[in-house]
C-alpha cells in the first residue's frame, strides 16, 4: 500500500539558517505523483510542487529547492535563508495513477523559523 | 478567481448530534474531495466525488457521508457525532479528470465535539 514518512515531526532553525525537510514514499504503482503542501496557521493547504515518478530533475524555485530520488524513494524539501514567515506545517504527499487512489499525505513536519 | 469556499467555519456539537458541512469548489472545477485531519491520525481521506459520483472513499465508518450536487458544490455529514470526531474537515478541488492529486484546498471546518 502507498505510505509517506515524514520523519521529522518538528523542526526548529533560527532565520536565514537552510533546513531540509525529509519525506520518504512507499508505491507499487509504476507512475505516480509527489507533492508538497504547506499549511500556514489559517489551515489551508496551499500546493508547492508536484513531480511525476518519471521526471527526477531536482527543481528550483526562488529560495525552495527539491530533491527528487528515486533510487532512495525521497522527495526532499529544502528552504535556503528561511525566514519568519516560512513557518508552516509542511505535508509531502504521494498519489497513484494507476491504482486511481486519493493523496495520501505524511503526517508532516511543523518548521519553525526564529526571528 | 475565488478559491475553495467552506462552511462553516466553526461549529461546537454534542455528542449524538449531527453536521453537515457544506464545500464550494473553485468555478469550473468538478472533483472534490474531503479530509479529516486530527493532530494524531494526521490528514485522512474521506471521500472523493467528480459530476456527482463518488468516485473514491476511505476506511471511515458509515456516520460518514457525502453528496455532490450538479453545481460541483458538496456536502458531508457525520451522524451520530462522537467525541473523536473532532477534527478540521478540509475540503479540496481539482480541474483534473484523471487522478493526478494536484488539489486546491480550502481553509476547513473545524468541528468539536462535546
Known amino acids: 500500500a502507498q505510505k509517506v514518512t515524514q520523519a521529522q515531526t518538528e523542526i526548529s532553525v533560527v532565520e536565514k539558517e537552510d533546513v531540509t525537510l525529509d519525506c520518504v514514499y512507499e508505491t507499487r504503482d509504476t507512475t505516480y505523483y509527489l507533492f508538497w503542501y504547506k499549511q500556514p496557521p489559517s489551515g489551508e493547504l496551499v500546493f508547492l510542487i508536484r513531480?511525476?515518478?518519471?521526471?527526477?530533475q531536482n527543481e528550483i524555485s526562488g529560495r525552495y529547492s527539491w530533491n527528487f530520488q528515486k533510487s532512495t524513494s525521497s522527495f526532499n524539501f529544502t528552504i535556503t535563508a528561511s525566514q519568519v514567515v516560512d513557518s508552516a506545517v509542511y505535508f509531502c504527499?504521494?498519489?497513484?495513477?494507476?491504482?486511481?487512489?486519493?493523496?495520501?499525505f505524511g503526517k508532516g513536519t511543523r518548521l519553525s523559523v526564529i526571528a | 478567481k475565488a478559491g475553495v469556499t467552506q462552511t462553516p467555519r466553526y461549529l461546537i456539537k454534542t455528542r449524538g448530534q449531527q453536521v453537515t458541512l457544506s464545500c464550494s469548489p473553485i468555478?469550473?472545477?468538478?472533483?472534490v474531495s474531503w479530509y479529516q485531519q486530527t493532530p494524531g491520525q494526521g490528514l485522512q481521506f474521506l471521500f472523493e466525488y467528480f459530476s456527482e459520483t463518488q468516485r473514491n472513499k476511505g476506511n471511515f465508518p458509515g456516520r460518514f457521508s457525502g453528496r455532490q450536487f450538479s453545481n460541483s458544490r458538496s456536502e458531508m455529514n457525520v451522524s451520530t457525532l462522537e467525541l473523536g470526531d473532532s477534527a478540521l474537515y478540509l475540503c479540496?478541488?481539482?480541474?483534473?479528470?484523471?487522478?493526478?492529486?494536484?488539489?486546491?484546498f480550502g481553509e476547513g471546518s473545524r468541528l468539536t465535539v462535546l
Open positions: 479540496a478541488s481539482s480541474s483534473r479528470t484523471e487522478n493526478t492529486g494536484e488539489l486546491f
Open positions: 468555478s469550473g472545477h468538478r472533483s
Open positions: 504527499a504521494l498519489s497513484e495513477v494507476h491504482r486511481n487512489t486519493p493523496l495520501v
Open positions: 513531480r511525476n515518478s518519471f521526471d527526477e
